[in-house]
């Protein structure tokens, strides 16, 4: 079987003090709001847990932040040559990193193109959409180093993708981030939306649920032109949608409609269930102290599905969109149901139902899905 760790190896420290940072909202709200760098032997521990829940198959290290390159180059090797050492037979291993790329250089891209890591590095768009929240610790835009890194990583021949984080600006100008992605031949993207805080409610830079479908129907069609012309550019959650309606499991967890155990491990080993979650009352265990298996017997793992339930939208029930997203993910819940009787995702999809299931059958039959 397969068995996926999300690995937090520097907790919620940062080089970067983006505007909307959702961990920074998530660690404030828990009573240690950063555990500081991973000590080997938790590194170790974890490895160990993870080989041990596997069974065999494939065990997937996913490393994300606050920032992961902040533990250092020296953790990520030790902790690949752990792992390399402790593998089981017959077991294979992967690799992905989400990160700002700021401190990726040569000697990183090596390492990172030696163990087969898959990149997600972080882009806003365009220099002036970036620069306006992802900010380094003195105010200044970061989007020059970003765009030096998609160099380096391409030098190395690092596998990468990108994620953007659409807030309220970047969303007015779908056609501009389309061509951004397009003139800078960044074909695999993955774009989120900026969401209130947690307990703060509507930020400077969140959406609004009319602006967020909005820009998914005009980026959707333009989207869909570009691969009409014979130019494919991967769209996770486009790809998803595809992909459901041609009668296929959805990779996203957010379009499950039903929360499932990710197993997020913070850097003094606490296992969380999500990465949304990584707070106090969801806290599972400790790697140190218990097997990952026995995670799914504790009181936080209890209270975390609990709360999902109680959190579902009842007009989701009857909502013809409900196959395409199961009443979605529970962090963007409140997001969706913000204005009575209108929800941004079941508008996207009206307008873009019937295309979706027209580029499943055409990928259905060339053997492209």
């Known amino acids: 079987m397969s068995f996926s760790l999300l690995i937090k ?13 959702f961990y920074a909202d998530v660690s404030k709200n828990r009573e240690n709001a950063s555990f500081g760098c991973m000590k080997p032997e938790v590194a170790h521990t974890l490895i160990d ?10 065990v997937s290290f996913a490393f994300q932040g606050g920032e992961p390159t902040v533990a250092g180059l020296d953790f990520f090797r030790d902790f690949t040559a752990y792992a390399d050492e402790h593998c089981p037979k017959g077991t294979q291993i992967s690799y992905t990193i989400q990160t700002n790329g700021i401190l990726l250089d040569d000697e990183w891209c090596a390492f990172l193109k030696e163990h087969a890591f898959l990149v997600g590095l972080s882009l806003d768009g365009p220099k002036q959409e970036h620069d306006l929240c992802r900010v380094d610790a003195q105010d200044r835009g970061t989007f020059q180093t970003v765009m030096q890194t998609v160099q380096r990583l391409r030098a190395h021949h690092v596998d990468f993708n990108i994620l953007t984080v659409l807030t309220k600006t970047l969303a007015r100008h779908p056609q501009q981030l389309f061509s951004f992605y397009k003139k800078n031949d960044l074909r695999f993207v993955q774009i989120i939306p900026c969401l209130d805080s947690l307990e703060d409610g509507g930020g400077a830079y969140s959406l609004t649920p009319e602006l967020y479908a909005s820009f ?10 570009e691969f009409r012309r014979g130019n494919y550019i991967s769209v996770r959650l486009f790809d998803n949608l595809v992909r459901m309606a041609a009668g296929q499991h959805p990779e996203q967890c957010g379009l499950l409609g039903q929360c499932q155990c990710q197993f997020v491990a913070e850097a003094d080993g606490s296992l969380y269930p999500c990465d949304f ?16 298996e ?17 959190s579902r939208n009842p007009k989701c029930e009857t909502c ?5 997203c199961g009443g979605g993910c529970r962090r963007y819940r409140p997001f969706y149901f913000t204005k009575e009787d209108y929800c941004p995702y079941a508008d996207f999809l009206t307008a873009c139902a019937r295309d979706i299931r027209w580029l499943a059958r055409i990928l259905s039959q060339e053997g492209g899905i």
């Open 49 to 58: 847990r993870a080989f041990a829940a596997s069974h065999g198959g494939t």
């Open 320 to 324: 013809w969109a409900r196959p395409a």
């Open 294 to 310: 026995d995670m799914f017997k504790s009181e936080g793992y209890k209270a975390f599905l609990a709360d999902n339930e109680s």
């Open 277 to 292: 979650y990584v707070l106090d009352p969801y806290r599972m265990g400790n790697v140190m102290d218990m097997p990952l």
């Open 9 to 21: 190896p520097a907790s919620s420290l940062c080089n970067l003090r983006c505007r909307y940072c």
């Open 216 to 225: 998914l129907k005009t980026f959707f069609r333009l989207w869909l032109d």
